[in-house]
């Protein structure tokens, strides 16, 4: 009987794969390491072999993703999804859409063999559930390939295969019961837990060891590490405990208000201990550039508050300079009230307005350099 589905797939099921699909390819490196577990990914070439499907609809393309749980060194079992499209060969026909979600289990060559290159000749077959339209039917497929292995550590395969698919037709009065038979031509992608070749007696093998960068030696690799060239613990994203500054990723955030006389740029003493552990944030982690922003409230005229909110921030620049902070690595800039951080239509809200902020660039250094 022919595939009755419409051209394009339902929006839900649409969804439903890439439930199933974006989580795995995103995710897949960390589960992998988890467990003896790989995913797959087969798209090819399909092709409808035999009439009805065969004299409606032509050649077209199909994905299959496939996780597999080792059982032994030569037996998976794992769930399978899968999803198909043919092309219509007559303008009164629709486009041939195919889902298939189930499961089974693959034989192959275990992956830790040295011989002949390390190929994996595999065979596997799955039970499937298969919508096409608004009917369920059941289906199985079974298919062959090889393997190859990319690289020493054997947690990245490719190769060919041939997949066949036959979607069963229940016995529908007068209607065409024949079975959709379907072939599938393509190249497989599998990656997951590596397997370490198997080893010759007497054999000694070298590892590349290989870690993540840590210039201050901390335990937190350079790629979390807020802080990478001071030393700090991993709870405080390896940067040193400060009582009045908190470094995150993209500024600094001051646990207390800076203060200035009122309506002027001149910076009170309450707000110096402060500042003064700015500095010593700023001179531990010399790879941190940092841009001192000026924030008004909006009352008064704009001109005036964008000279009062320049002024503040290049008080606090000079201040830093003043403390051993190298100029070269500040730049002040006023905001006026264009960017407010609360309501201005309350007292606390303007109070709040009226702040000083650290945005930090990285500049990159080398070890020696940082010293």
Request: glycine residues 8%; proline residues 7%; negative net charge.
């Amino acid at each position: 009987m022919p595939l009755h589905i419409p051209a394009v797939p339902h929006a839900r099921e649409l969804r439903a794969l890439a439930r199933v699909v974006v989580p795995s390819l995103c995710f897949s490196p960390l589960l992998a390491s988890a467990a003896d577990l790989s995913f797959k990914l087969e798209p090819g070439v399909s092709i409808p072999l035999t009439a009805p499907q065969s004299e409606v609809y032509g050649v077209g393309g199909g994905q299959s993703l496939k996780a597999l749980i080792g059982l032994t060194d030569w037996l998976d079992v794992g769930p399978s999804a899968q999803f198909m499209m043919l092309p219509n060969r007559t303008d009164a026909a629709r486009s041939g859409v195919v889902w298939g979600f189930g499961g089974g289990l693959r034989l192959h060559r275990p992956h830790d063999e040295e011989r002949f290159a390390g190929l994996s000749p595999w065979l596997d077959a799955n039970a499937l559930y298969v919508r096409t339209g608004h009917m369920n039917r059941p289906g199985f497929d079974v298919a062959a390939g090889v393997s190859l292995p990319i690289g020493e550590a054997r947690n990245f395969w490719v190769g060919p295969f041939v997949r066949y698919l036959q979607v069963i037709q229940p016995e529908r009065g007068t209607a065409d019961n024949r079975d959709a038979k379907l072939l599938t031509l393509g190249v497989s992608f599998e990656f997951g837990t590596g397997r370490e070749r198997a080893r010759e007696p007497g054999e000694v093998r070298t590892v590349d060891v290989v870690s993540c960068p840590d210039r201050d030696g901390d335990t937190v690799p350079d790629n979390i590490d807020r802080c990478p060239d001071r030393a700090g613990p991993l709870d405080n994203w390896g940067c040193p405990q400060y009582e009045k500054v908190v470094i995150q990723r993209d500024k600094l955030e001051l646990k207390e208000k800076l203060y200035f006389a009122w309506d002027d740029a001149q910076l009170l003493d309450a707000s110096f201990p402060l500042l003064d552990e700015v500095a010593q944030a700023l001179k531990d982690n010399p790879g941190f550039k940092v841009q001192v922003e000026g924030h008004t409230d909006s009352s008064g005229a704009d001109d005036h508050n964008q000279a009062l909110s320049e002024r503040r921030a290049q008080a606090v620049l000079n201040y830093l300079v003043s403390r051993g902070v190298t100029q070269d690595r500040l730049v002040s800039k006023g905001f006026s009230s264009s960017v407010p951080a609360d309501s201005n239509k309350t007292s606390a809200g303007r109070e709040n307005n009226r702040r000083v902020e650290f945005v930090v660039n990285f500049i990159i250094l080398d070890k020696e350099s940082s010293k």
